[in-house]
């Protein structure tokens, strides 16, 4: 049920739509590229939100505190984006609900005891 959880919320990260002048990018991309901009401003954020993705999977991942971080690390950037940008540029489902159940699997996924 763990990785479950963990599969479903990284997922639902990743496919967070960011739209554009054009079209809609998927936030892994967003954080991907942006990491590697330099002189971005927004550079140690996405940094931070990949980070925040590796420790998932590193063997410490399975403790709570390192959940706690990395899902702060996660939703960093996400808060940058929103402050930096105007709210407006928010209000569409490709946004909301992936964040959403980003948001809810991943709670979840950190309250739950773990099976060891």
């Known amino acids: 049920m763990e990785n479950k959880l963990k599969i479903i919320s990284l997922i ?7 739209m554009g002048q054009m079209i809609g990018l998927p936030f892994i991309f967003w954080l991907i590229f942006t990491s590697f901009e330099f002189g971005n401003n927004e550079q140690v ?7 925040g ?4 999977f590193t063997k410490y991942g399975k ?5 706690i971080l990395s899902f702060l690390l ?3 950037p996400i ?8 709210i407006e540029k928010f209000n569409y489902l ?13 709670l979840i996924f950190i309250i739950k ?4």
């Open 12 to 18: 639902s990260y990743s496919l967070i739509i960011l």
């Open 45 to 51: 954020f996405a940094i931070f939100g990949v980070i």
């Open 53 to 56: 993705i590796v420790l998932n």
């Open 63 to 67: 403790y709570r505190i390192v959940k």
């Open 74 to 76: 996660m939703i960093l």
């Open 79 to 86: 808060i940058i984006r929103l402050t930096k940008t105007p």
């Open 94 to 106: 490709m946004f909301q609900v992936p964040l959403l159940i980003y948001i809810v699997t991943y």
């Open 113 to 116: 005891p773990n099976r060891t």
